[in-house]
């Protein structure tokens, strides 16, 4: 062959040589070269004389045969050698454990999940409905008696789908049951109906400590449990729904019973580690039920979970109607540091009125989400904006009451106005502890999946 024939042929030859498998040999090569300068870097003032100077000759034969277009085999025995001598010499560098690689990997993996949590996207639930409907917290779905819940597969699939869990209380024998509510004045009365819970530990993901409600109802005086997560705040719907099929129902019962005579009244345990009680009323619940038959039969759906937005607030303020997510650690009437998401309703110097169903803002009606019209409409689901003092420990927006956001502050309030623990309650977020806006509803994989609103 004419040295010009060579020359036309030689970069098809490396071609054909790179795609036969010597390419990845040459890329292997590379990899091990690398190794060599990570081990030369990190233990050069341990290595012996002779350790280096083997290792300099194996380094330079490898890339000698490199530089000349060595076939695969020539580059194999190269990087064997080389592979030896690093053997001996790469103390913790080379060979690493599988121990050593895993920690290796789990910590950038760590170490690059937090960046993004703290400087771009963090995860979020919802836990309550102070929110719903634009954004729900846990719901529970309730199944009768004689109706059919799910089966073993139905509910692996809700399970994986909606975060589906299911919960219900057998009856330990054939009777009567009743619940116990705690008593808030001298009778219950609508929209202030709470059924006695024990505040306990319990489990998440069975082994993960979590505080858990347990509540107990008795059958013919026997006493059969359970417990919701802490948060839940759907169980006096459950039992509504189960017994009676909806509130109304519930309080013609209770005022048929109050008219009949009084109610027994007794003392409650408040919690396992705790000495404090609280005075309840049993209401018998007018249904028998036999032994080994749920009581009450549900599942706990999850909350709405999200990523918020950490990025755009370094850049740019909040605007009224925006949902925003903020840590509740330096407003005192909380009273310890969790997250909180609501529609921020007003900036400092704002003035804030309600006047029910319409919440007003500098003296108009407030306009910048969808949410506040819907309420201000009540459009259902969404009932109207209530008077702070309709809800339970509400000290701003009274009837008739002006607030002014001071400096450096958000007046914050939930879509669910009525049943909405907010600024009406605890007043004012601090401007320095927002955290971030709602960017997407990634889980579960209902129609409010999407980005946020």
């Given at each position: 062959m004419s040295s010009l024939s060579a020359a036309l042929l030689f970069p098809f030859q490396r071609i054909g040589r790179f795609f036969s498998g010597g390419g990845k040999v040459r890329r292997a090569a590379d990899n091990w070269l690398e190794l060599a300068q990570k081990v030369r870097s990190y233990r050069s003032d341990r290595l012996a004389e002779a350790e280096r100077a083997e290792l300099d000759q194996r380094e330079e034969d490898l890339r000698r045969d490199l530089r000349e277009n060595a076939d695969a085999g020539k580059l194999r025995l190269d990087i064997e050698a080389l592979e030896d001598v690093l053997r001996r010499c790469g103390g913790a560098v080379y060979p690493k454990s599988s121990l050593a690689e895993n920690v290796d990997f789990f910590l950038v993996a760590a170490i690059v999940i937090l960046g993004i949590r703290t400087y771009f996207l963090q995860p979020f639930k919802i836990p309550t409905n102070s929110m719903w409907p634009t954004y729900y917290g846990m719901t529970p779905e309730v199944f009768p008696p004689g109706t059919a819940a799910p089966g073993a597969l139905a509910q692996v699939f809700r399970f994986v789908a909606f975060g589906a869990q299911r919960r219900q209380a057998i009856a330990p024998r054939t009777g009567q049951v009743s619940a116990q509510y705690f008593l808030i004045g001298d009778r219950l009365s609508p929209g202030r109906v709470y059924l006695a819970y024990t505040v306990k530990t319990g489990r998440k993901w069975l082994f993960l400590p979590t505080e858990v409600?347990?509540?107990?109802?008795?059958?013919?005086?026997?006493?059969?449990?359970?417990q919701v997560p802490a948060d839940f705040d759907g169980f006096e719907a459950v039992?509504?729904?189960?017994?009676?099929?909806?509130?109304?129902?519930?309080?013609?019962?209770?005022?048929?019973?109050?008219?009949?005579?009084?109610?027994?009244?007794?003392?409650?345990?408040?919690?396992?580690?705790?000495?404090?009680?609280?005075?309840?009323?049993t209401i018998p619940l007018?249904?028998?039920?036999?032994?080994?038959?749920?009581?009450?039969?549900?599942?706990?759906?999850?909350?709405?979970?999200?990523?918020?937005?950490?990025?755009?607030?370094?850049?740019?303020?909040?605007?009224?109607?925006?949902?925003?997510?903020?840590?509740?650690?330096?407003?005192?009437?909380?009273?310890?540091?969790?997250?909180?998401?609501?529609?921020?309703?007003?900036?400092?110097?704002?003035?804030?009125?309600?006047?029910?169903?319409?919440?007003?803002?500098?003296?108009?009606?407030?306009?910048?989400?969808?949410?506040?019209?819907?309420?201000?409409?009540?459009?259902?689901?969404?009932?109207?904006?209530t008077y702070g003092d309709s809800i339970s420990g509400g000290h701003y927006l009274a009837k008739g009451q002006t607030v002014t956001v001071p400096a450096n502050s958000f007046f914050a309030m939930g879509d669910n106005s009525s049943n909405s623990s907010d600024s009406r309650v605890w007043g004012f977020v601090p401007a320095a502890d927002v955290v971030g806006r709602p960017l997407f509803v990634y889980y579960p994989f209902t129609r409010r999946w999407g980005w946020g609103r």
């Open positions: 409600h347990e509540y107990t109802f008795l059958v013919d005086g026997v006493p059969a449990t359970v039992v509504m729904q189960t017994f009676f099929g909806n509130e109304a129902n519930f309080f013609k019962h209770v005022i048929a019973l109050q008219k009949a005579g009084p109610l027994e009244t007794s003392l409650f345990k408040l919690g396992e580690a705790s000495d404090g009680y609280g005075r309840v009323v007018g249904r028998t039920v036999e032994a080994g038959q749920p009581i009450v039969r549900f599942d706990v759906m999850t909350g709405d979970q999200l990523f918020v937005d950490r990025l755009t607030y370094h850049f740019m303020r909040p605007k009224v109607g925006q949902g925003f997510v903020f840590r509740t650690g330096n407003i005192p009437a909380i009273g310890k540091d969790d997250y909180f998401i609501k529609h921020l309703v007003g900036l400092p110097g704002d003035v804030m009125e309600v006047r029910a169903p319409v919440l007003y803002r500098n003296g108009a009606p407030i306009t910048g989400a969808d949410a506040f019209d819907l309420n201000a409409r009540r459009v259902a689901p969404y009932t109207g904006y």
